[in-house]
T-cell receptor, first 116, second 114 residues
């Protein structure tokens, strides 16, 4: 089975611009979560999508948004970029089939965003 | 709120040394616990997990036991190799209904010297 893929791997943007990142989960997985990784704040949860619906959201401003398509692929968008948005953005895929237990999240290689 | 605390790094060891990376957590209920590893320039790879008290997760010579009485999930390996050099993250997941998110520790950098 192919793993989680993320595109692009690297992005350079300037302040004020917007950016869209893409994530394709493992085949058959229905849940996609996004995380931001920075040296100062570590790994922080952004949001989770399941069956095209956002069902969990972290503590990030409204400039950060996402969506999920019917094939489970997900995109996240950051508008009006700030210098502090420079980070590694990681996508995680989970089967989402567990009702009461905890599924395992499998991560992609990440998209490195640099804001100048 | 839920949190995970890992020992400060970097941890520097010689090849074939014994490794322990401490991890403690704070959470209500019964979280699942994970160790992930991140090699330079890459995403996170699942190393091992445990979903209930006294479970032992193991993979590639690494082990960790879910200790509810001490709220700990320490990572151990009997003999490290240079190729084990990476950043190790302890994490917990606690489901609310059908949703879950990972809460990570700050990461511990391991350097193994030949």
């Amino acid at each position: 089975k192919a793993g989680v893929t993320q595109t692009p791997r690297y992005l350079i943007k300037t302040r004020g611009q917007q950016v869209t990142l893409s994530c394709s989960p493992i085949s058959g997985h229905r849940s996609v979560s996004w995380y931001q990784q920075t040296p100062g704040q570590g790994l922080q949860f952004l949001f989770e999508y399941f069956s095209e619906t956002q069902r969990n959201k972290g503590n990030f401003p409204g400039r950060f948004s996402g969506r999920q398509f019917s094939n489970s692929r997900s995109e996240m968008n950051v508008s009006t970029l700030e210098l502090g948005d420079s980070a590694l953005y990681l996508c995680a895929s989970e089967s989402g089939s567990s009702g009461g237990g905890t599924d395992t999240q499998y991560f992609g290689p990440g998209t490195r965003l640099t804001v100048l | 709120g839920d949190s995970v605390t890992q020992m400060e790094g970097p941890v520097t060891l010689s090849e074939e040394a014994f490794l322990t990376i401490n991890c403690t957590y704070t959470a209500t209920g019964y979280p699942s616990l994970f160790w992930y590893v991140q090699y330079p320039g890459e995403g996170l790879q699942l190393l091992l997990k445990a979903t209930k008290a006294d479970d032992k997760g193991s993979n590639k010579g690494f082990e960790a036991t879910y200790r509810k009485e001490t709220t700990s999930f320490h990572l151990e390996k009997g003999s490290v190799q240079v190729s084990d050099s990476a950043v190790y993250f302890c994490a917990l997941s606690r489901r609310f209904g059908n949703t879950g998110k990972l809460i990570f520790g700050q990461g511990t950098t391991l350097q193994v010297k030949p």
